[in-house]
C-alpha cells in the first residue's frame, strides 16, 4: 500500500496570509503514460463531508477558488492556499489514486491566527 | 445539481448487520462508478469499497473483504453497502462518493454524501 504522510500536523495562519501543507507518498504516484501525478486535495469543513479541491496534482476543480494551487512532484507535493479566508478554516486531505487501495494522508487541520 | 444521500446508518451490536443505501440524483448514475469511503468519530479518511458503472467489477479494503458487499440498482439510482459481521472499528461515517466520468477504480472523487452514521457497540 501506498502510505501518505501529511505535514504539519496543524497550523494556524491570519486572515489573508499564505497556509501551505505538505504531502508525501511512500512510492511515486507518477503515471507514465500520461506523465500526471495521481494526487488529489480535499478540504472537509467542521461537519461536513470533504471537497475535492484539486487532481493531478495541480488541476483544479471546476468552481474551486483561484487561491487553491497544488503543485509538486515524485513523491512530494504541496497544497498553497494564498491568502486565507475565513471560510478555509477546515480540515485538508491528500489522497493518491495511482494504484489500490486508495490511501489518503492523516489530514492537515487549518485554524485562524 | 448533484445530490447523493446516504441513509441506514444507526446502532448495531458487534456481530450484526446492517445495509446502508445512496440515493443519487441530477446525473446519468449509471454512467458512473461509485465507491464508499468511511471515517472514524475524530480521524481520517478510509476507502472502503468501490463498484463500476454497470456493476460488473467491485473492489474492496482489505479491512472489510468477506464481510462488506457492495452493489447497486441502476433503474433505481441508488447505492448500497451491505455490512456483516460488524466490529466496533467500523464504526464511522460512511460517505457515499462518485468517481469522475469514465473512471472506476483507482480513482479519486468528485461528489460526496453527507454520510451515515454508524455505531458498533454492545
Known amino acids: 500500500d501506498i502510505v501518505m504522510t501529511q505535514s504539519p500536523d496543524s497550523l494556524a495562519v491570519s486572515l489573508g496570509e499564505r497556509a501551505t501543507i505538505n504531502c508525501k507518498s511512500s512510492?511515486?504516484?507518477?503515471?507514465?503514460?500520461?506523465?500526471?501525478?495521481?494526487l488529489a486535495w480535499y478540504r472537509q469543513k467542521p461537519g461536513q463531508p470533504p471537497m475535492l479541491l484539486i487532481y493531478?496534482?495541480?488541476t483544479r476543480e471546476s468552481g474551486v477558488p483561484d487561491r487553491f494551487s497544488g503543485s509538486g512532484s515524485g513523491t512530494d507535493f504541496t497544497l498553497t492556499i494564498s491568502s486565507l479566508q475565513a471560510e478555509d478554516v477546515a480540515l485538508y486531505y491528500c489522497q493518491q489514486y495511482y494504484s489500490t487501495p486508495l490511501t489518503f494522508g492523516g489530514g492537515t487541520k487549518v485554524e485562524l491566527k | 445539481e448533484v445530490q447523493m444521500v446516504e441513509s441506514g446508518g444507526g446502532l448495531v451490536q458487534p456481530g450484526g448487520s446492517l445495509r446502508l443505501s445512496c440515493a443519487a440524483s441530477g446525473f446519468t448514475f449509471s454512467s458512473y462508478a461509485m465507491h464508499w469511503v468511511r471515517q472514524a468519530p475524530g480521524k481520517g479518511l478510509e476507502y472502503v469499497s468501490a463498484i463500476s458503472s454497470k456493476g460488473f467489477n467491485t473492489d474492496y479494503a482489505n479491512s472489510v473483504k468477506g464481510r462488506f458487499t457492495i452493489s447497486r440498482d441502476n433503474s433505481k439510482n441508488t447505492l448500497y453497502l451491505q455490512m456483516g459481521s460488524l466490529r466496533p472499528e467500523d464504526t464511522a461515517v460512511y460517505y457515499c462518493t462518485r468517481a469522475p466520468s469514465g473512471s472506476y477504480n483507482p480513482t479519486y472523487f468528485d461528489y460526496w454524501g453527507q454520510g451515515t452514521l454508524v455505531t458498533v457497540s454492545a
Open positions: 493531478l496534482s495541480s
Open positions: 512510492q511515486s504516484v507518477l503515471h507514465s503514460s500520461s506523465n500526471k501525478h495521481y
